[in-house]
């Protein structure tokens, strides 16, 4: 099978399934997926985002909204 019969094949099974195979193939890469570096950046940018949040509770777009704008802008 070539990459594109297996991606579309991937993509026929039901979201559960899809999700079931998604996991596994990242559990497959092992530790590509767990690099420090990559947490501690992570670390930094919610540390970030909380103090922005902390110090100008006025600034937070509730959730209802972000999606509203994210699922209009996909459409």
């Known amino acids: 099978m070539t990459f594109k019969q297996i991606e579309y094949a ?3 099974l039901p979201e559960a ?6 996991q596994s193939l990242l559990q497959s890469l ?3 997926t767990e ?3 990559h ?9 970030r985002r909380y103090r922005d949040l902390r110090d100008n509770p006025a600034a937070a777009v509730p ?13």
């Open 39 to 47: 947490d501690q950046v992570w670390a930094e940018e919610a540390a």
């Open 10 to 12: 991937a993509l026929e």
């Open 63 to 75: 959730a209802e909204e972000v999606f509203a704008k994210l699922h209009a802008a996909t459409r």
């Open 17 to 22: 399934s899809r999700a079931d195979l998604a």
């Open 35 to 37: 690099d420090p570096a």
């Open 30 to 32: 092992g530790e590509a």
